[in-house]
């Protein structure tokens, strides 16, 4: 669609802030540059590439498929370039900083480990690692603002370079002096009493459970009671305790079971796991040192 050059045009940044505000009023308030200067550099940017990059859909702006692809594009590459200018710094202080990205559960109870040991092995390197959502972290690798990240939750794999990490079993636990259920396989409905504990809205956790729970018509809210929390560590403790039921992957439980602190209930439902995945942004000039840094931590994992 286009050719890579050194440094990208200024009007390229217009075209991404349109895409995200899908208004030339706004842009052009966020820009601080008038309205038919914004139009201007559309125009632009469409007679560069020989394609129409928006249509109108009443007074609303629909990116087109070339509008899509030229974003996705653009992106990477103004992160890449963003990149660059950081790797030339570091040439003078001969230190890099890599910003890595995960959600809570990967954080904690996959990456933290092998990272840290990663670290060691590097000491020239200055890592940053941001803990938050699927969607947060996927949006903060299109702005360019981390490098790459590990994640749990359900994204387009068609938007970004990414390798499997593992594949997680999701796991029903309680107190062991909870309920006495049966050596039985059980379902869903079998357990509607309960009360459920639950990761907030937006966790890759919360997401697998609820298209697991979506394929027999149920939604969390069909159990007894629904407790959120934003921190997996709040969870557990709860139900170690007593106070209710929780999914969880595997990793993220078994040591408390090892411990007796808590105890598996036996399902038959499908779709309880979910790929970990690690991604990057898509097409990216630095995607073989993203690749390396993948088989080394999965080493020493």
């Not at 963003?82 to 890595?100: D, F, G, P």
């Not at 399902?267 to 840094?293: A, C, K, M, P, T």
Request: net charge negative; proline share 2%; hydrophobic share 40%.
């Amino acid at each position: 669609v286009y050719k890579r050059q050194l440094m990208l045009d200024w009007r390229v940044d217009t075209f991404l802030d349109v895409c995200e505000t899908l208004n030339y009023t706004h842009t052009a308030r966020r820009l601080s540059i008038t309205q038919p200067a914004v139009s201007q550099h559309i125009s632009w940017l469409e007679k560069q590439l020989g394609v129409t990059l928006f249509d109108r859909c009443g007074r609303s702006l629909v990116l087109t498929d070339a509008g899509k692809l030229s974003r996705d594009l653009l992106l990477s590459q103004r992160n890449d370039e963003a990149r660059l200018k950081q790797e030339l710094v570091s040439l003078k202080s001969k230190n890099i900083t890599l910003v890595v990205g995960a959600t809570l559960t990967a954080g904690e109870f996959i990456l933290a480990e092998p990272l840290a040991r990663w670290c060691a092995q590097h000491p020239f390197v200055d890592v940053l690692i941001d803990v938050a959502d699927t969607a947060v972290l996927l949006q903060k690798l299109d702005n360019g603002l981390i490098d790459c990240a590990l994640v749990e939750g359900i994204f387009d794999s068609t938007k970004y370079s990414c390798k499997e990490w593992s594949y997680e079993r999701m796991i029903c636990v309680e107190n062991p002096n909870g309920a006495n259920y049966s050596s039985e396989l059980l379902g869903f409905t079998d357990l509607l009493d309960e009360t459920l504990l639950i990761r907030e809205a937006g966790s890759g956790s919360r997401a697998v459970l609820e298209a697991a729970l979506a394929r027999k018509n149920l939604v969390p809210s069909s159990f007894n009671r629904v407790i959120e929390a934003n921190e997996i560590g709040i969870v557990l403790e709860m139900v170690t305790h007593g106070f209710g039921i929780t999914f969880a992957y595997e990793s993220a439980v078994q040591s408390r079971i090892d411990r007796k602190e808590l105890r598996e209930i036996k399902l038959y439902e499908e779709g309880l796991g979910h790929s970990i995945n690690f991604v990057w942004q898509r097409d990216s000039f630095f995607s073989d040192r993203f690749e390396r840094l993948f088989s080394e931590l999965k080493e020493l994992a």
